[in-house]
């Protein structure tokens, strides 16, 4: 605490007294990394302030809404263009376009399994805890789900035209491919270098704002939904939490253990990130500093450029297993029984619907609403069953999915022998603030 107070106030306070001197902007940029430095401890403030104001004053804190939707908008206007500099750069720096399909093929396979892997715990899981069983349904045909259920209908053409995160990245691989064979690369790549640094310290700048963006949502959070919102149905969300908590320390723990990697120390490494996703519920508001990140702890560009982008909408972990403990869930309150058909038939439809509805909004319920339509056994009503508590969850599955996408770029950096591992004990040997 006394290093906190020599760091950030000292600075602040000599300012104050020396503005009119040369050296005014020198104290300014200290004051910045300073502040950048605590960055942590800032977030994790907002986000206690936003559940106290959600609370005391839940009128006031609604109106807070608009200060999480801004900075999150601000960070995706950065998601495209890293997205294009990283996986241009990366590709271009690849020995071969061989080596560019390879990560890509065994990305999407690895996606798949570990995917599949979390519906099925989610299920498992979901009949072993029975969080469905002794629930009040009898109000629930009263809600209004019907454009949850007018949305149920996605196709692949609409998960790509309204998905441009993937357009994006399929335009950054033929850009770079076509790059790499030009006589020009050398030059054209200074410049797309140049714009990448700038980006990056921009993204800097706009981080420095994140705990506002936390406090604005967690306070509309608390102050639209209260904290009574999760008593009915605690037990489900309890269930899921540590569903998600297991998850991420045993099976993407052991993903990372293969390869003598701590998950503890990776996670401390993203503590800034992983608070900004959980007081926004946004894992997009962190997408740009994660791919930063992982690129200085030693994961090489490409692998980055590839992985990151195409996790984000189809390396859903937390989904995933939200999804299929929802669906069980309902199943159990409506006292509905289901066969072993009637299971894997609901696996194998998530396996397909949680990737096509990645790009649309409020995508949650719309890839329910189409997979209790298609498996015709619960009626898609019972969605209004989890209106109240899906956004307290959505931090939950942001928060997995956030995580899996490091973990799934790690794990492939060191698959393919493109990983600095000297950067990674750099990185996580920094000492917390």
């Not at 890509?104 to 072993?128: C, H, P, Q, R």
């Not at 503890?264 to 994660?290: C, D, H, M, N, Q």
């Not at 939950?396 to 492939?412: D, E, S």
Request: with cysteine; aromatic share 10%.
């Amino acid at each position: 605490m006394k290093t906190f107070f020599k760091s950030i106030i000292a600075p602040l306070f000599k300012l104050g007294f020396s503005a009119y001197h040369s050296n005014a902007a020198s104290l300014v940029f200290s004051l910045l990394r300073s502040f950048r430095k605590y960055l942590t401890i800032f977030v994790l403030l907002a986000i206690v302030a936003g559940i106290m104001l959600g609370h005391v004053k839940p009128a006031t804190a609604v109106a807070m809404k608009p200060l999480g939707d801004y900075f999150i908008n601000f960070v995706k206007l950065f998601i495209n263009p890293i997205i294009v500099v990283t996986i241009i750069t990366g590709i271009c720096g690849m020995d071969s376009m061989k080596t560019v399909g390879k990560i890509g093929g065994k990305a999407l396979l690895y996606f798949e399994i570990v995917t599949t892997l979390a519906l099925v715990i989610g299920v498992a899981i979901a009949y072993l805890v029975q969080p469905g069983a002794g629930i009040d349904t009898s109000g629930v045909q009263l809600a209004d789900v019907s454009k949850y259920q007018n949305s149920s209908e996605v196709s692949m053409m609409s998960f790509f035209r309204e998905n441009s995160t993937i357009q994006f990245l399929i335009g950054s691989i033929i850009v770079g491919v076509l790059l790499s064979r030009s006589s020009k690369k050398v030059v054209i790549l200074s410049s797309i270098e140049k714009i990448s640094q700038f980006l990056f310290m921009a993204l800097g700048l706009v981080m420095l704002f994140s705990p506002i963006g936390a406090f604005g949502g967690m306070a509309f959070t608390i102050g639209k939904y209260g904290l009574a919102a999760l008593l009915p149905l605690g037990k489900l969300m309890l269930c899921i939490y540590i569903t998600m908590f297991l998850f991420i320390i045993f099976v993407l723990g052991g993903i990372l253990r293969y390869y003598k990697i701590s998950i503890w120390k990776f996670l401390r490494y993203l503590r800034s990130e992983l608070l900004i996703v959980l007081g926004t519920s946004s894992s997009e508001a962190a997408l740009p500093a994660l791919m930063n990140k992982l690129e200085k702890m030693g994961c090489h560009r490409s692998v980055v450029g590839l992985v990151v982008p195409t996790g984000y909408s189809f390396n859903l972990d937390g989904t995933s297993i939200y999804l299929s403990m929802a669906i069980i869930f309902l199943a159990q309150a409506f006292d509905v029984q289901l066969t072993w058909g009637q299971i894997i038939t609901i696996i194998g439809v998530l396996m397909v619907t949680s990737k096509g509805a990645a790009g649309v909004t409020g995508s949650g319920f719309i890839i329910l609403a189409s997979t209790l339509t298609a498996i015709k056994v619960i009626d898609v009503q019972g969605l209004a069953l989890l209106l109240g508590v899906d956004r307290f969850m959505s931090e939950a599955r942001a928060i997995t999915n956030f995580i899996g996408n490091g973990v799934a770029t790690v794990f492939l950096s060191n698959h393919e022998s493109l990983f600095d591992r000297s950067l990674m004990e750099e990185r996580f040997q920094e000492r917390l603030p």
